[in-house]
């Protein structure tokens, strides 16, 4: 049915979500700023600096640029550090054999993420030849809900975006998806902001869908 996948990372193909919740909890605690999965929910696809803004919309204190750089710098050494005790266990077999499947059939795989962190990510997981191609937070301008890291995607595959699946886990990242013109398949609770074309327990059902 569709000529690529396009795999959100954190969230989709690994539960680097955890380690993204845990980091900002502590850097929000430091700063005794309130922080729960409500407003977690609302990071997911959103770049690190944008994440760090919608923290920090609770607190009653300003900070300078250059104090942001520091808390956001902070967060991603103790998240980096959460990522390097990651192996190839951390990416389910299902999931794996998944991604395996879609190749069997011809299909192009692709990553899109805002992380910048996603190669060292994807390198952690063992699963750098399981891509055909990965745009990722370093390669783009805007982070999700902005299409273009999808788009980057679609054209290193080759392919048109009415060609790709998306699949999701965040409510930006939907958005994202269908700005681009994509289909997109969401995993995960919603409230989704758009309705998506396939709702999935696990990446793993992926395979039944593309
Ligand atoms: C996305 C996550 O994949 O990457 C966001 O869903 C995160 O929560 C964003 O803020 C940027 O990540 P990084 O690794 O560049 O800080
Ligand atoms: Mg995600």
Redesign the pocket.
């Known amino acids: 049915m569709y000529k690529g996948v396009i795999f959100?990372?954190?969230?989709v193909l690994c539960h680097t979500?955890r380690f993204?919740y845990r980091a900002w909890k502590k850097v929000a605690d430091e700063i005794g700023v309130p922080f729960d999965e409500t407003v977690n929910r609302r990071?997911?696809?959103?770049?690190?600096l944008e994440?760090l803004e919608i923290i920090l919309e609770k607190s009653r204190e300003t900070f300078s640029e250059e104090q942001k750089e520091q808390l956001a710098e902070e967060k991603?050494t103790y998240?980096r550090t959460l990522l390097s005790e990651m192996t190839p266990a951390d990416m389910e077999p299902a999931v794996r054999e998944m991604l395996q499947e879609l190749r069997a059939h011809g299909i192009q795989i692709a990553v899109g993420?805002?992380?910048?962190?996603a190669p060292f990510i994807i390198e952690r997981l063992g699963a750098e030849k399981a891509f055909d191609a990965v745009c990722d937070?370093t390669m783009i301008t805007h982070?999700k809900p902005h299409p273009e890291v999808f788009l980057k995607a679609a054209q290193a595959l080759g392919l048109e975006p009415g060609e790709c699946l998306v699949v999701e886990d965040?409510p930006a990242g939907l958005e994202a998806a269908k700005a681009a013109g994509m289909d997109c398949a969401v995993i995960g609770q919603g409230p989704w902001p758009e309705k998506p074309e396939f709702e999935l327990k696990s990446a793993a059902e992926v395979a039944q869908i593309a």
């Not at 959100?8 to 969230?11: A, E, K, S």
Request: zero cysteines.
């Open positions: 959100d990372l954190d969230g979500d993204h990071l997911r696809g959103v770049s690190r994440s991603n998240y993420s805002s992380s910048k962190n937070g982070s965040a």
